[in-house]
């Protein structure tokens, strides 16, 4: 049966006549297929990031077979596949390296298979954002279902998330006020279910970003990994990918640009990560939707944060999910969206949220009582130490740091500064500035987390538990502290964090929007001339690859001739 009048992609492999056909529909039967399933209906990739080296995805096997059910049932032909899992728990030196080998590994899968529609099953942090940027360079209509979020994490009686707990309980430790036991208890309370990160990291942010896109069905973003409803809601999307094909629904039909400016401002209404900055940068250059850097400013000025989880603040996914989820906080700030942009489900935002109630008001606030005021999500800095720009997230950073002026004290490499971090007699006070550089898309290579690099042994024993950091590296969603992240031009390509010696001032004017080296021309000049880049990361494969062709943080970290699409045509014959 088919659902369209359409030819469909898949028709020029099971609907061949001759060699061909037999070959791709012979094959084919060994897997037990009825006649009938090459009767022209639309066949649906359903994309899995399942792997059991990725925790947060270990479930999404059993997701899938919900949505083959929704397929199925609405007449389409549903076949899995498998893409790159990218675990962040356990790949080193960084899943960020990898995300734009999934994309392109995604976008090949697609093209190059009898394939009408798909389904994208993604969960823990980079798989999220390398399907969407694999899928939108093929452009068929897809869809997503992240994997959920883990329960609550559970610790003495007190809830406790994933991630945020990790950075301060160990500094606890560090500090002597939390023994070994006592992280050892915290860390099998933890992680109690399937799922992602509870806390409002990176895993989190993509999750209600996609769905603030309109490329996850509504209320899908929040529902915890083993909530049944969960599984209701894949089987809905099976359905729903078999009528996208009918319409022809398309993915750039989806993401438009109304569509990232929601999505833009609903990470600040949330408290989202600054890792939402880089990710959307990539998705939109694969679509080429005009977004720039500058836009993560601008389109949140008056955007304040309702939501109350960590890290910023005290719950966890579970709570809000129960609270309304990503539907109830595009409710309350429905004034600052663009209500008409119609998303996955066929249908405008407006007629999404349309009754959406919020059912906890300490979870999720209101425009008029927010739980920080505008201006505490994500903010762009530049000046002379970051011409191209930098992102600190205001919500995570202490507030009488926001205009600070500082010695540095410079680290070529973030495993030197974790050795000195721990040693009692570094020089170094609360006014001193960190800085650790060649951590940025080609230094490390591949933009690791280690922007919110440990507080110095020293000041944490004093009871000092935030200063100012300044890296070209990312920070982890479920991480806080006054980071400045993501500098352009990275150290790596001499950017100036390369020419910063230990002793130059730095000042950081969060209200301003500058971060500047207070260090005459002249000087720079000198030290720019005396500069040599660092050797070259790696000499075959991937690694290399990525280091002579990534783009910098400010252009989203995307590979330069990934950047756009080459659409979804029928590739030659193979036989």
């Known amino acids: 049966m088919s659902t369209t009048d359409r030819p469909l992609r898949s028709g020029q492999w099971f609907g061949a006549e001759g060699r061909n056909g037999f070959i791709h529909r012979s094959w084919m039967r060994n897997q037990g297929f009825a006649d009938d399933v090459f009767d022209g209906r639309p066949v649906i990739g359903i994309a899995t990031t399942w792997s059991e080296l990725t925790p947060c995805n270990a479930h999404l096997r059993d997701l899938a077979e919900s949505v083959k059910r929704g397929v199925w049932e609405s007449g389409g032909l549903p076949l899995e596949f498998p893409a790159m899992s990218l675990g962040e728990p356990l790949m080193r030196p960084t899943t960020m390296l990898y995300r734009n080998l999934l994309a392109m590994e995604l976008e090949e899968s697609v093209r190059a298979n009898p394939l009408d529609g798909v389904v994208l099953l993604s969960g823990c942090d980079k798989t999220t954002p390398g399907l969407l940027m694999g899928a939108a360079s093929v452009d068929l209509p897809t869809l997503m279902i992240t994997g959920g979020p883990m329960l609550n994490g559970k610790f003495r009686g007190q809830d406790i998330g994933s991630g945020t707990v990790v950075w301060r309980f160990t500094e606890e430790q560090r500090a002597g006020r939390m023994t070994a036991a006592d992280c050892s208890e915290a860390e099998v309370g933890m992680s109690r279910s399937r799922g992602h990160c509870m806390t409002m990291g ?91 850097l500058e836009d993560f400013d601008t389109l949140t000025a008056e955007v304040p944060m309702i939501v109350n989880l960590m890290p910023s603040g005290a719950y966890l996914m579970e709570d809000f999910a129960y609270a309304g989820g990503v539907p109830a906080v595009m409710n309350e700030i429905a004034a600052l969206l663009n209500m008409e942009h119609v998303t996955v489900s066929g249908k405008s935002v407006a007629d999404n949220i349309s009754g959406v109630q919020c059912w906890n008001r300490q979870v999720i606030g209101t425009l008029a009582e927010p739980f920080q005021p505008a201006g505490s999500g994500t903010v762009v800095l530049r000046g002379s130490l970051a011409p191209s720009g930098a992102v600190l997230k205001v919500s995570a950073a202490s507030a009488h740091l926001l205009q600070h002026t500082g010695p540095a004290l410079v680290f070529d490499r973030i495993e030197d500064y974790i050795v000195a971090a721990d040693d009692p007699d570094l020089d170094v006070t609360p006014d001193t500035v960190i800085v650790v550089r060649n951590a940025g898309p080609r230094g490390y290579p591949g933009f690791p987390e280690v922007g919110n690099v440990p507080m110095p042994r020293r000041l944490l024993e004093a009871g000092i538990i935030d ?11 479920t991480g806080y502290g006054t980071c400045v992240l993501h500098v352009a031009p990275e150290a790596a390509v001499g950017g100036p964090l390369a020419l910063v010696r230990t002793g130059d001032l730095i000042r950081v004017d969060v209200p301003t929007r500058r971060l500047d080296l207070l260090v005459d021309d002249a000087a720079l000049t000198e030290r720019r001339a005396a500069w040599q880049p660092p050797p070259r990361t790696a000499d075959r494969g991937w690694t290399r690859l990525y280091s002579e062709h990534v783009l910098q943080a400010d252009q989203g970290a995307d590979l330069d001739f990934l950047v756009g699409g080459s659409g979804s045509a029928v590739p030659r014959h193979s036989h």
């Open 202 to 292: 990176t895993a989190s942010t993509m999750a209600c970003v996609t769905e603030a896109l309109g490329v996850q069905l509504p209320g899908a973003a929040a529902v915890p990994a083993v909530d049944s409803r969960r599984y209701a809601l894949a089987q809905a999307a099976g359905r729903r990918i078999v009528a996208m094909v009918a319409q022809d629904q398309r993915l750039s039909t989806v993401l438009t640009r109304e569509a990232f400016e929601n999505a833009i401002r609903v990470n600040a209404a949330i408290g989202g990560s600054t890792n939402a900055v880089v990710h959307l940068l990539a998705i939109a250059g694969r679509l080429g939707v005009p977004l720039s």
């Open 467 to 477: 200063m100012v950091r300044i890296s070209d590296a990312r920070m982890s969603g």
